[in-house]
């Protein structure tokens, strides 16, 4: 199923299949609409192998080392979908499968239930996903319970490009993440256990840096890092993308304890998007909202932990305007 979301500056498309974001068109100054959000025309593309364009990944987003972690004395193995590594949830995760879905008067609501043992992850687990939209926002909230101890960690994993899907780059866009540390990593992308600050490094974002000047400076070949924000359960803003030719802004706010900031280095032209675009490196960026990955593993980082009678719930709202 597809459900359309559509206010004066927003249009969205969902798919009940792994909810994925499918299309969101958003004004630029000129008060054209644009499809900033990289996918495909058909559904078959997405039933294919792809780098989870749009989608809501779990039951944990993001990477956990060895695909292994204990919990009460009882080790889970999970499957290995990236080099050593277990990557959003394994090898048929949240973002292939099929949704059931209820319509609500400003949104649609996804529901499922992963049973224990799917993906090799402990406990029934009961998962809803509501995506609202109020004028230039559109809100994206996650619940969940389980009958086991499980972790969990949600995030929606859309790749953005403010100048309209299919553009070649992403580096005349201007970001600024609200970030003091982020997570250095080891050479299979797992965080070594260090919070680094950002001060005096190539990771420091908190004033705009226009991303490609800023890759060439500090000799980066990208962005695939989480970046720790400002502990709390209150709503707040976390990063802000401008584009300066079309005028495109797009804010993130959230209830999570970390973002994965992407800029689609794995991205290599071999995939044919809608209109038969193609997706080179660095021609998206994603601001995946998350707990910080491997936090099943390292007892320092935020909870990632679910316990029965407990409700996981976080949100994330992205706002678009124009200036």
């Not at 779990?58 to 972690?69: D, L, M, P, S």
């Not at 609200?178 to 299979?188: F, G, K, N, R």
């Not at 390292?298 to 932990?305: A, G, R, S, T």
Request: aromatic share 12%; hydrophobic share 35%.
């Amino acid at each position: 199923e597809k459900f359309v979301l559509q206010s004066d500056s927003v249009r969205v498309e969902i798919l009940s299949f792994g909810c994925i974001i499918a299309t969101l068109e958003t004004k630029d100054r000129n008060g054209h609409f644009s499809d900033v959000v990289l996918g495909f025309d058909t559904l078959e593309g997405y039933t294919r192998k792809h780098p989870f364009f749009g989608a809501v990944v779990g039951r944990v987003a993001n990477r956990i080392a060895n695909g292994r972690f204990s919990l009460d004395g009882k080790e889970y193995q999970l499957f290995l979908n990236n080099g050593p590594n277990s990557l959003h949830g394994g090898a048929k995760g949240f973002d292939k499968v099929l949704w059931s879905a209820q319509v609500l008067p400003n949104g649609v609501r996804f529901f499922r239930l992963s049973p224990d043992g799917e993906e090799g992850y402990p406990g029934d687990l009961k998962v809803w996903v509501t995506y609202t939209l109020s004028g230039r926002e559109l809100a994206i909230n996650y619940q969940a319970q389980s009958s086991k101890t499980t972790p969990i960690s949600l995030t929606n994993h859309a790749y953005f490009n403010l100048a309209g899907q299919g553009s070649q780059d992403v580096y005349d866009h201007e970001i600024s993440i609200e970030a003091d540390s982020y997570l250095p990593v080891d050479d299979t992308q797992i965080p070594t256990g260090e919070v680094a600050t950002v001060q005096g490094t190539g990771f420091d974002l908190r004033q705009p840096v226009e991303l490609g000047k800023h890759l060439q400076k500090f000799h980066l070949d990208g962005f695939d890092h989480n970046f720790c924000l400002h502990q709390g359960q209150d709503r707040r803003l976390v990063a802000r993308v401008f584009h300066p030719p079309t005028g495109r802004t797009m804010e993130v706010h959230t209830t999570q304890p970390g973002m994965q900031f992407y800029t689609g280095n794995n991205l290599d032209g071999s995939l044919k998007g809608k209109g038969a675009a193609t997706y080179p490196k660095h021609s998206a960026f994603c601001l995946e909202t998350q707990n910080w990955p491997d936090a099943v593993n390292k007892p320092h980082f935020p909870n990632v932990l679910l316990h029965p009678g407990e409700e996981y719930n976080h949100t994330t709202w992205l706002v678009f305007s124009t200036a």
